[in-house]
């Protein structure tokens, strides 16, 4: 996979298209979106990259397992914001790694971490490269980095199938490991949007959001125990269904961005792959009516694996019906029982608050094929990264933001966000679309997620990116939202994650950080403000 992925782009390279094909995609997001996109660009050729020399010679013990390659060091300076993307399509890389590791076990890990910690250099474990939140991206002012790539790291250790879990190792992409876990008739439905390219322990320090749109909505439910290399030594929780012993070991470890530890290896859990399926698709004349059947159904005790709703323009985007209306998703599925009692209500529920659900609910065994509304939002979903790549090469200023707040707040928040938002676009970009879609909810609440557009000038597309988004993340925290649900905080989000977050667990987060990693080599600007004086 490393030779036909992209280097500044989603997924594999050759999924990019010819300038005669972005052009026509072009008219079509000019006709759906209601504003002209610009001209096709081509991206500056791996060839012909220049980047400044490696400052770091690895030891020679270590040095079978290190590459400073152009390609390599590239590829492995950004994650896949939109800032990274633009970047990385101009050919710019001022601050790449100088050295990018890939360990082959847990001994290389610790190799690694002892010798940048003696040597004065920053670590930064990359994962699958996939944050959008710059997670992943080398200290600009740092004298050496070394960026370690543990996709080497890929196994399934141990399967228990008495308890349903498994030992997974940190670096399996999401294919790889269920490809494992399927010799035992077992699955890891841990399934976001970069699931493809991302890795387990990326998920585990990153909080990922997963599969499941109620009940189990973060990796965090599906970690039985995790194991991580620190610069103090090895940190493993033991096995357990549950614990009542003091602050969580494993709590710790999920949300800390590579700035503890390393992660090598989790018992996760597993399930059988689902027998039975039902799902069920409602359409609604307006926003409030589709948000109170929303909030009907995740407060009913129902727990559908799949209640995603999305407004009339994501729904016009993501192709799921001929007249775009508000369109709420539901599905269930199971690997024990049939599911139409549950499906039924749930549309019931729905119906009750103004909807319509033209075609009934439906179920089916799980090999049958999908279609409809789910069908056409799930394709959507995966293929999406593809289409911002093309916006990006048409000049188009495009990104996503997701947050979560109780449902009293969400109708006040909803509006505050769309105006400022808007109003942004409308002021650096002379318009723009913003739409929402709501991929997690809970009983006490929703977790939107929004995605903006609007017309890029040449040249000032960043500082227009970073405009829009500044009104986004201040209209959130003012709203009383949160800065992220499940995107992490990396070095965007740093700045408005200390301010939302309690000023006495701010002390603590930076004494743990100098209790663990006391040299700062782990991830140094991500997830922690610098202290005075530091620069990151």
Same mark, same amino acid.
């Given at each position: 996979?490393?030779?036909?992925?992209?280097?500044?782009? !989603?997924?594999?390279?050759?999924?990019?298209?010819?300038?005669?094909?972005?052009?026509?995609?072009?008219?079509?997001?000019?006709?759906?979106?209601?504003?002209?996109?610009?001209?096709?660009?081509?991206?500056?050729?791996?060839?012909?990259?220049?980047?400044?020399?490696?400052?770091?010679?690895?030891?020679?013990?270590?040095?079978?397992?290190?590459?400073?390659? +152009?390609?390599?060091?590239?590829?492995?300076?950004?994650?896949?914001?939109?800032?990274?993307?633009?970047?990385?399509?101009?050919?710019?890389?001022?601050?790449?790694?100088?050295?990018?590791?890939?360990? =082959? *076990?847990?001994?290389?890990?610790?190799?690694?971490?002892?010798?940048?910690?003696? *040597?004065?250099?920053?670590?930064?474990?990359?994962?699958?490269?996939?944050? +959008?939140?710059?997670?992943? $991206?080398?200290?600009?002012?740092?004298?050496?980095?070394?960026?370690?790539?543990?996709?080497?790291?890929?196994?399934?250790?141990?399967?228990?199938?008495?308890?349903?879990?498994?030992?997974?190792?940190?670096?399996?992409?999401?294919?790889?490991?269920?490809?494992?876990?399927?010799? /035992?008739?077992?699955?890891?439905?841990?399934?976001?949007?970069?699931?493809?390219?991302?890795?387990?322990?990326? !998920?585990?320090?990153?909080?990922?959001?997963?599969?499941?749109?109620?009940?189990?909505?973060?990796?965090?439910?599906?970690?039985?125990?995790?194991?991580?290399?620190?610069?103090?030594?090895?940190?493993?929780?033991?096995?357990?269904?549950?614990?009542?012993?003091?602050?969580?070991?494993?709590?710790?470890?999920?949300?800390?961005?590579?700035?503890?530890?390393?992660?090598?290896?989790? !018992?996760?859990?597993? &399930?059988?792959?689902?027998?039975?399926?039902?799902?069920?698709?409602?359409?609604?004349?307006?926003? $409030?009516?589709?948000?109170?059947?929303?909030?009907?159904?995740?407060?009913?005790?129902?727990?559908?694996?799949?209640?995603?709703?999305?407004?009339?323009?994501?729904?016009?985007?993501?192709?799921?019906?001929?007249?775009?209306?508000?369109?709420?998703?539901?599905?269930?599925?199971?690997?024990?029982? =049939?599911?139409?009692?549950?499906?039924?209500?749930?549309?019931?529920?729905?119906?009750?608050?103004?909807?319509?659900?033209?075609?009934?609910?439906?179920?089916?065994?799980?090999?049958?094929?999908?279609?409809?509304?789910?069908?056409? !939002?799930?394709?959507?979903?995966?293929?999406?990264?593809?289409?911002?790549? +093309?916006?990006?090469?048409?000049?188009?200023?495009?990104?996503?933001? =997701?947050?979560?707040?109780?449902?009293?707040?969400?109708?006040?928040?909803?509006?505050?966000?769309?105006?400022?938002?808007?109003?942004?676009?409308?002021? +650096?970009?002379?318009?723009?679309?913003?739409?929402?879609?709501?991929?997690? &909810?809970?009983?006490?609440? @929703?977790?939107?997620?929004?995605?903006?557009?609007?017309?890029?000038?040449?040249?000032?597309? @960043? =500082?227009?990116?970073? $405009?829009?988004?500044?009104?986004?993340?201040?209209?959130?925290?003012?709203?009383?939202?949160?800065?992220? /649900? /499940?995107?992490?905080?990396?070095?965007?989000?740093?700045?408005?994650?200390?301010?939302?977050?309690?000023?006495?667990?701010?002390?603590?987060?930076?004494?743990?950080?100098?209790?663990?990693?006391?040299?700062?080599?782990?991830?140094?600007?991500?997830?922690?403000?610098?202290?005075?004086?530091?620069?990151?």
């Amino acid at each position: 996979m490393a030779n036909t992925t992209s280097i500044w782009g !989603w997924g594999e390279a050759d999924r990019f298209p010819e300038a005669e094909h972005r052009s026509a995609m072009g008219q079509w997001a000019s006709a759906l979106l209601g504003f002209s996109t610009g001209a096709p660009r081509e991206p500056v050729p791996a060839e012909a990259l220049e980047l400044r020399p490696s400052r770091v010679s690895p030891p020679t013990a270590l040095q079978s397992l290190c590459s400073t390659t +152009v390609r390599d060091r590239a590829a492995h300076s950004y994650g896949k914001a939109y800032p990274d993307l633009v970047r990385g399509f101009r050919g710019e890389y001022p601050h790449p790694p100088d050295v990018v590791a890939r360990p =082959e *076990s847990e001994e290389d890990v610790a190799a690694l971490l002892d010798w940048c910690g003696e *040597s004065g250099l920053a670590l930064v474990p990359f994962g699958g490269g996939t944050s +959008v939140v710059g997670g992943v $991206e080398p200290p600009s002012d740092h004298g050496g980095v070394v960026t370690v790539d543990l996709k080497g790291l890929d196994r399934v250790l141990e399967v228990d199938p008495i308890s349903r879990a498994a030992r997974i190792q940190g670096g399996a992409l999401g294919p790889v490991l269920n490809a494992q876990l399927a010799e /035992h008739d077992f699955e890891l439905r841990c399934f976001p949007q970069s699931y493809r390219y991302s890795t387990l322990g990326g !998920w585990i320090v990153t909080r990922a959001g997963g599969h499941y749109a109620t009940v189990r909505t973060h990796v965090d439910d599906l970690v039985e125990s995790v194991r991580m290399v620190t610069p103090q030594g090895v940190w493993e929780s033991r096995r357990l269904p549950g614990s009542g012993a003091g602050p969580s070991p494993d709590r710790m470890i999920l949300g800390s961005e590579g700035t503890l530890g390393i992660v090598t290896e989790a !018992w996760m859990r597993v &399930v059988r792959p689902p027998r039975f399926r039902a799902s069920a698709t409602v359409f609604y004349s307006t926003w $409030e009516q589709a948000v109170a059947g929303l909030r009907a159904v995740s407060q009913a005790g129902l727990a559908p694996t799949n209640c995603r709703l999305l407004d009339a323009t994501e729904a016009r985007i993501n192709a799921v019906s001929a007249d775009p209306k508000a369109t709420l998703i539901l599905g269930f599925e199971s690997d024990d029982h =049939e599911l139409g009692p549950w499906i039924r209500r749930a549309v019931q529920l729905a119906v009750a608050a103004g909807g319509v659900c033209p075609k009934g609910a439906r179920t089916r065994d799980a090999k049958g094929g999908g279609g409809g509304a789910a069908s056409s !939002w799930r394709d959507a979903f995966f293929e999406g990264p593809y289409l911002r790549d +093309v916006l990006v090469s048409l000049g188009t200023i495009v990104d996503t933001f =997701e947050t979560a707040c109780t449902w009293d707040r969400f109708p006040e928040l909803d509006a505050a966000v769309r105006s400022a938002v808007q109003d942004a676009l409308n002021r +650096v970009c002379g318009g723009g679309t913003v739409s929402c879609r709501v991929t997690h &909810v809970y009983p006490d609440g @929703l977790a939107p997620y929004y995605t903006f557009l609007g017309p890029g000038r040449e040249g000032a597309e @960043l =500082e227009q990116w970073a $405009e829009v988004k500044q009104a986004a993340s201040d209209a959130l925290l003012a709203a009383g939202g949160t800065i992220t /649900h /499940h995107h992490a905080v990396g070095r965007m989000h740093r700045d408005h994650y200390a301010e939302q977050q309690p000023g006495p667990f701010g002390h603590a987060l930076r004494a743990v950080k100098q209790a663990i990693d006391p040299a700062g080599t782990l991830n140094p600007g991500v997830l922690i403000p610098p202290s005075h004086g530091e620069q990151v």
